[in-house]
């Protein structure tokens, strides 16, 4: 199992989101299994772009809109999975577990 913002309320439905609960979304599926061949294109461009090559030529504003969001999706999929660990680590250091 792993955790992804809630698609139902995209991260902003708190405590009344039925999927969620002000959570984040559990999803109970192998993640290998939402690989499609679109999607490791999408991580290959967005390798690229993070080393400074565009997918198309010319700025932001040039690159397709759903590329864009993408980006932006897994972004912020890596920024909360970045809390979760800090706020673990946190957790463990509380209980005298952690590394220090
Ligand atoms: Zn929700």
Redesign the pocket.
């Given at each position: 199992m792993f955790w992804r913002?809630?698609?139902?309320?995209?991260?902003?439905?708190?405590a009344g989101?039925?999927?969620?609960?002000?959570?984040r979304?559990p999803v109970f599926r192998c993640p290998a299994s939402h690989h499609t061949p679109e999607i490791d294109a999408a991580f290959l461009a967005m390798d690229w772009a993070e080393a400074g090559v565009l997918p198309v030529a010319g700025g932001l504003l040039e690159q397709s809109a759903s590329f864009v969001q993408f980006v932006s999706i897994v972004q912020a999929e890596r920024a909360a999975i970045e809390r979760e660990e800090r706020a673990r680590s946190e957790r463990r250091k509380e209980m005298g577990h952690g590394r220090q």
């Open positions: 913002t809630c698609t139902a309320c995209n991260g902003a439905g708190g989101c039925e999927v969620c609960g002000g959570d979304e």
